[in-house]
């Protein structure tokens, strides 16, 4: 039952783990890996219900504004900001993402695949000399209800979207 849905949630799921990886380094080889995955991201998810409408028309048009109207006034809202962001992305050319800048010891900096402590940033001083800082890029979404930050938003709504399709296989097996 809804295969192709399926296959949607973990795409979206698949570029969210992307997005949430990028998302932690301060050493990008590739500076707009973020700002792709969130794209590929946003579309990921919205065609969650797409596919899901498309494979059961009848039984969705039904089903989901009851199931709509049970959601808290901050998921319908999660589900409406996530739906304009992606609308944002595809016709405007972005998301609404701004980026501030967090400066953690650079012995603090996570590495990729680093198996051996000799390959992750290091740095020696004098005692009682404070390591240098280094920025760690942090995307936020901007929103009338205040900004916030883009993969934990998102990480929410993956989470909404798997209770959609669970809640609609629940209703419908």
Known sequence: MIDVTQ????EAEFFLWHLVDDGQ??????????????????????????????????????????WFGNLSAEDQNLLKFSKDQRNSEQKRGGADVTVIWEYVPVTQVRTERATHPAYGFHWFGPPGTPPPRVGIPVHLFESSRGDQQVTLACQRYVGLLARLVEDFVQAHS
């Not at 296959?7 to 973990?10: D, F, G, I, V, Y």
């Not at 700002?35 to 969650?48: D, E, K, T």
């Open 7 to 10: 296959r949607k949630l973990r």
């Open 25 to 66: 380094k301060a050493v990008r080889n590739e500076p707009e890996a973020f700002g792709f995955y969130l794209s590929a991201f946003l579309s990921a998810g919205r065609s969650v219900t797409f596919a899901l409408q498309y494979e059961e028309k009848a039984k969705y048009d039904k089903w989901f504004p009851h």
